[in-house]
């Protein structure tokens, strides 16, 4: 049954998609991001349901008369370049079948990252890829919440078999990134009931986390959380509600939930956190054999983790791929930062200021847990840089950086009797 689910609403979603690129996006944040067809058992869990809808948006592009034009910023250029210097290393790397089927799984990411880029260009459909990408993680927030709620926390909080977010850890880091967007929701809407309903979901997507018992997420979910109520308007009430879900949280998990946590102070002694060391250690040592282009996809051959977002480009992508990565990291954040304080006296774009603000937090959950994950081509990250991207775009096009002004003057010309077209100052 759903498999016909999914089939259904796929199918259903094509002919709008044809007419409508930007539902393409939302169809493929859904299937990314929820991975509907992996909740079922038959024909639809390994159906290449996001290659047609990605097929699908590309030929409405052709057809369409929207303007195709890519938001050209400084982080456009900084991910431009990681591809090519992927596409480098890869050419390069040690084990060249295993890295080039990486990296054409690393590409069809970009790719939808780039038509993200192209189609997602006003508040409208920004504000509607922020639902889709809250609603579909979220919902694993919520069940994660209820679910160890009721089995007091025996468990682990695990995502669809399979995906990005199949373990515990990835699950943990990716409902960090995901609480921001739905505070992101609840700030920009008046609905009670919508408020309501997302600070429910925050709560019990709090308690997910927990439920992951993934050190990592809980390091991640501390500094986002506490990120979380500093950036927020009306961080005295984020703050309460806190302060108060916190202890009732923590009453819900089970002993040997603390016993796993408390191994943070005590990781001499775990074989797990011993083992992340050896591997970053041989990450370095990768680096140092080959410090520019480092041993490409999948150096650390038969699949094993690195464990760190950093020590995973590092070893496949030498100092010059990490300087990339974190550099596209860096201007991002900046960026967030310049539209906060740009936007911070308007009332038409407060939305960009909050926006930016929740995307900060999520940068920042991302930074820390993926600290502990391997997780760094991960399609959500690079879908927010997206939204970064798009947010200084949309904030300079309203100034109209963009856009040449004429300056009227005698009939729409000036005294020799041709156009003027000038820039306006930034204030």
């Given at each position: 049954m759903?498999d016909?689910?999914v089939?259904?609403v796929?199918?259903?979603?094509?002919p709008?998609?044809?007419?409508?690129?930007y539902?393409?996006?939302?169809?493929?944040?859904?299937?990314?991001?929820?991975?509907p067809?992996?909740l079922s058992?038959g024909f639809?869990?390994?159906?290449?349901f996001a290659?047609i809808v990605?097929m699908?948006?590309?030929?409405a592009?052709?057809?369409s008369?929207?303007?195709?034009?890519?938001?050209?910023t400084?982080?456009?250029?900084?991910l431009?370049?990681f591809?090519?210097?992927?596409?480098?290393t890869?050419?390069?790397?040690?084990?060249?079948?295993l890295?080039?089927?990486?990296?054409?799984?690393?590409?069809?990411i970009?790719?939808?990252?780039?038509?993200?880029?192209?189609i997602?260009?006003d508040k409208?459909?920004?504000?509607l890829l922020?639902w889709?990408?809250?609603?579909?993680?979220?919902?694993?927030?919520?069940k994660g919440?209820?679910?160890?709620?009721?089995?007091g926390?025996s468990?682990?909080?695990?995502?669809?078999?399979g995906?990005?977010?199949?373990?515990?850890?990835?699950?943990g880091?990716a409902?960090?990134?995901?609480?921001p967007?739905?505070?992101?929701?609840q700030?920009?809407?008046?609905?009670?009931?919508?408020?309501?309903g997302m600070?429910?979901?925050?709560?019990l997507?709090?308690?997910?986390?927990?439920?992951?018992?993934s050190r990592?997420?809980?390091?991640?979910?501390?500094?986002?959380?506490?990120?979380?109520a500093?950036?927020?308007?009306?961080?005295?009430?984020?703050?309460?509600?806190?302060?108060?879900?916190?202890?009732?949280?923590?009453?819900i998990?089970p002993?040997?939930?603390?016993?796993?946590?408390?191994t943070?102070?005590?990781?001499?002694?775990?074989?797990?956190?011993?083992?992340?060391?050896i591997?970053?250690?041989?990450?370095i040592?990768?680096?140092l054999?080959?410090?520019?282009?480092?041993g490409?996809f999948?150096t650390f051959?038969?699949?094993?983790d690195?464990h760190?977002?950093y020590?995973?480009?590092?070893a496949?992508?030498?100092?010059?791929?990490?300087?990339i990565f974190?550099?596209?990291?860096v201007?991002a954040w900046?960026?967030?930062?310049?539209?906060?304080?740009?936007?911070?006296?308007?009332?038409?774009?407060k939305?960009?200021?909050?926006l930016?603000?929740?995307?900060?937090?999520?940068?920042l959950?991302?930074?820390?847990?993926?600290a502990f994950?391997?997780?760094?081509?991960?399609?959500?990250?690079?879908?927010?840089?997206?939204?970064?991207?798009?947010?200084?775009?949309?904030?300079?096009?309203d100034?109209g950086?963009?856009?040449?002004?004429?300056?009227?003057?005698?009939?729409?010309?000036?005294i020799?009797?041709?156009f003027?077209?000038?820039?306006?100052?930034?204030?």
């Amino acid at each position: 049954m759903r498999d016909i689910f999914v089939l259904l609403v796929v199918l259903g979603s094509l002919p709008l998609i044809l007419y409508r690129p930007y539902i393409g996006i939302l169809v493929w944040s859904w299937l990314a991001y929820m991975n509907p067809h992996r909740l079922s058992w038959g024909f639809a869990y390994d159906f290449p349901f996001a290659q047609i809808v990605a097929m699908v948006i590309m030929v409405a592009l052709v057809f369409s008369k929207e303007p195709k034009k890519i938001p050209w910023t400084r982080e456009t250029i900084v991910l431009v370049v990681f591809i090519f210097w992927m596409l480098v290393t890869t050419l390069n790397a040690n084990y060249g079948d295993l890295a080039w089927a990486q990296f054409i799984k690393v590409i069809k990411i970009q790719v939808a990252t780039f038509l993200t880029l192209i189609i997602m260009n006003d508040k409208n459909r920004l504000v509607l890829l922020a639902w889709a990408i809250a609603l579909s993680l979220g919902f694993f927030g919520v069940k994660g919440g209820i679910f160890t709620a009721l089995t007091g926390g025996s468990q682990h909080v695990l995502g669809p078999y399979g995906t990005f977010i199949g373990g515990n850890n990835e699950l943990g880091l990716a409902l960090i990134m995901t609480v921001p967007l739905m505070r992101f929701l609840q700030l920009t809407h008046e609905q009670k009931w919508i408020k309501m309903g997302m600070t429910g979901a925050m709560a019990l997507t709090f308690i997910a986390i927990l439920g992951t018992q993934s050190r990592g997420a809980l390091l991640g979910v501390a500094a986002m959380g506490f990120m979380l109520a500093m950036k927020s308007r009306r961080r005295v009430m984020l703050l309460t509600m806190m302060i108060l879900l916190i202890p009732v949280a923590l009453m819900i998990m089970p002993d040997s939930w603390y016993e796993r946590m408390g191994t943070i102070q005590t990781y001499e002694e775990d074989a797990s956190a011993q083992g992340r060391l050896i591997v970053w250690k041989k990450a370095i040592n990768i680096a140092l054999d080959s410090p520019i282009t480092g041993g490409g996809f999948e150096t650390f051959a038969g699949g094993r983790d690195v464990h760190s977002i950093y020590f995973e480009v590092l070893a496949e992508h030498g100092f010059v791929g990490l300087f990339i990565f974190i550099l596209l990291a860096v201007f991002a954040w900046r960026s967030c930062s310049q539209i906060i304080k740009r936007t911070k006296d308007s009332i038409d774009k407060k939305w960009m200021g909050d926006l930016a603000s929740m995307l900060q937090v999520s940068l920042l959950g991302y930074a820390i847990s993926g600290a502990f994950l391997g997780l760094a081509y991960f399609d959500l990250y690079y879908h927010l840089i997206a939204m970064i991207i798009l947010l200084r775009y949309l904030d300079e096009k309203d100034d109209g950086v963009n856009e040449p002004v004429v300056e009227k003057q005698a009939g729409n010309h000036d005294i020799h009797g041709r156009f003027r077209f000038t820039r306006p100052s930034r204030s």
